[in-house]
C-alpha cells in the first residue's frame, strides 16, 4: 500500500462518487492495487519452489487457483509459516521478506491473492482474500501434517492474518507488521480524513475487533518512522488483542524497510516469545 494516492484518493473518491454502482469495486483496486507484476524490480526466488493450489470457491462459485513461492527451511522439523502479502507486491516482489522470515527458522509458503500474480484473475476483495488465505491455510495442512503452523502478514496482509487466525483453531502463533486497526481508521489519518467518509468504505478490514477472537500468541510489529500506517494504529490494535501478546516497535523502520532493520529483534522476539530455537 502506498499512501498517495491509495487511501487518500479513496477517501476523495467515496465522497464524490456516493452512490455510484462502481463505488466497491473503486474501493477494492484502490486497496488491493492487484498486479501480475513484482514492483521495486526484479526479486531473486532462486532456491523457491512454485507451488499451485487449487479449491472450488464459494464466493466465485467455480475452480479457482493460487499460485504461491514455497521456501523449505534445512531443518527437517522446522515450523511452516503461511505467508500473507500486502497490496501492490506479489510473492515475487516479496522474495526479500520470504527469506527473512525462513532465517528466523520457518519453512515459508507466500501465497498469491486472486488478481494477483499467476492466481486466477479477478478482482480481489476482503472476503475473497480471505478465502484464498484459508484455501493456503489448509493446503498446508495437508501437506506439512503434524507441523506446528503459524501465520504472517505484512500491510494488508496483517488484517487479512488476523482474519484467518481468529477463524482457525491450529495456527500456533501470528505475526503482523506494518498493519493498522481498519480502513477507515488508515483513511482517517490522512490529508483528507476529515471527510465524513467511513460509513461509505465497503472494505473494512475491521481488525481491531476481530484481533480480540485470536487465541493463540500474537506478535506485533511495527516501525517507529512508518509515514503509511502510523505506529499509532499498530499499538492501538496490539492494545485490543488478548494475551498472550507482545509488541515490537522498530526504531527507523520505515512501512518498508522494518523487516530488514528490525532482524534481531524479530530473532529475539520469535525465539522468546513462540519459543522457537
Known sequence: MKRTPLLTSLALAIAVTAGCATLDAKQREWIFQPSDRSWGGAQSTEGMEDVWIAFQSASS?????????????????????????????????????????????????????RGFGRSSTGLPSE?????????????????????????????????????????????????????????????????????????????????VRKVAEIGSPLLVVHGSEDSLILPTLGRKLFEAAQEPKQFVLVEGGSHHSTNTVGQALYREAVASFFKLK
Open 61 to 113: 462459485g467455480k475452480p479457482e487457483q493460487l499460485h504461491g513461492l514455497w521456501l523449505p527451511h534445512g531443518r527437517a522439523d522446522a515450523p511452516v509459516l503461511l505467508y500473507l502479502h500486502g497490496a501492490r507486491w506479489n510473492v515475487s516482489g516479496s522474495s526479500g521478506r520470504i527469506r527473512r522470515m525462513q532465517e528466523l527458522g520457518f519453512s515459508v509458503l507466500a501465497i498469491d491473492y
Open 127 to 207: 472476503a475473497t482474500a480471505a478465502e484464498d488465505a484459508r484455501a493456503a491455510w489448509d493446503w498446508l495442512a495437508q501437506q506439512h501434517p503434524g507441523k506446528p503452523r503459524y501465520i504472517f502478514g505484512h500491510s494488508l496482509g496483517g488484517a487479512i492474518a488476523i482474519d484467518l487466525a481468529r477463524q482457525v483453531p491450529d495456527e500456533q502463533g501470528t505475526i503482523v507488521e506494518g498493519t493498522f486497526t481498519s480502513i477507515p481508521d488508515v483513511v482517517s489519518t490522512f490529508k483528507w480524513g476529515w471527510l465524513p467518509v467511513s460509513g461509505l468504505i465497503t472494505q473494512r478490514f475491521d481488525s
